[in-house]
């Protein structure tokens, strides 16, 4: 099983740049969410997903949108990227109750220079 | 909101210590995580703890949710390389959407 699959791993923008972080889960979980690490700051939830059609605000929203396609699908999308935007973005998802243990994708390493 | 104080920060050991970290919060949690982070990779859950007082092993490592339920700990015994990586402790809060929020990740290097 692939469990959940970020693409791409890697990306450098310029600012004012526009892009789409795609994530998929082949585990039939309901919720998915997007995080960012930065270093010294853990993880901090930007968006999550409970339910196919259903999305909503985490800790840290400002400057992204996300669309949960499908069951399996859950992209996150910076319209306007931003130097404070760079971070590595992880993808989770989970099958239980909301934040039910979270598996992890492998993140996406974003630059914006 | 919520913070979670995570020590160390980072640890430099030989191989065969034992590791100790904690996480302390200001609020409740119901729920205490504990994950590790590969380099280049996801975190992991390792452990998971669902009351308060309760101790959980997963082989070498040991992990115990707080009487006060404001604080967990996480202990590896006779470190091997592979413990290598940054360990993130997590707490759900009892109250609210359920949030789930991490702590700063403690660095475990292992010198052979």
């Known amino acids: 099983n ?4 970020q693409t791409p791993k890697f990306q450098v923008l310029k600012t004012g740049q526009s892009m789409t ?19 010294g700051m853990g993880l901090r939830l930007i968006y999550y997903s409970a339910s196919e059609g259903t999305t909503d605000k985490g800790e840290v929203p400002n400057g992204y949108n996300v669309s949960r396609l499908n069951k399996r699908e859950f ?5 306007s990227a931003a130097p404070s935007q760079t971070s590595v973005y992880f993808c989770a998802s989970s099958g239980g109750p909301l934040y039910s243990p979270l598996h992890f994708g492998n993140g996406t390493r974003l630059t914006v220079t | 909101g919520q913070q979670l104080n995570q020590s160390p920060q980072s640890m ?6 034992d590791v100790s970290m904690n ?3 200001s609020s409740i949690f119901n729920t205490w995580l504990w994950y590790k982070q590969d380099p280049g990779e996801g975190p992991v859950l390792l452990i998971a703890l669902y009351k308060a007082g309760e101790l959980t092993s997963n082989g070498r490592l040991t992990a115990q949710f707080g009487i006060t339920r404001k604080d ?6 006779a470190s091997i390389p592979s413990d ?6 997590a707490g759900q809060l009892i109250q ?16 052979p």
């Open chain 2, 96 to 111: 609210g959407a359920q949030k789930l929020v991490f702590g700063q990740g403690t660095r475990l290097t292992i010198n």
């Open chain 1, 21 to 39: 972080l795609q994530c998929a889960q082949d585990m039939n979980h309901n919720s998915m969410y997007w995080y960012r690490q930065d270093p």
């Open chain 1, 2 to 5: 692939a469990g959940v699959t």
């Open chain 2, 72 to 77: 967990s700990f996480l202990n590896i015994s």
């Open chain 1, 75 to 79: 992209s996150l999308r910076l319209e």
């Open chain 2, 23 to 25: 996480c302390t919060s």
């Open chain 2, 84 to 89: 290598v990586g940054i360990y993130f402790c």
């Open chain 2, 12 to 17: 430099f050991i030989q191989e065969g210590e």
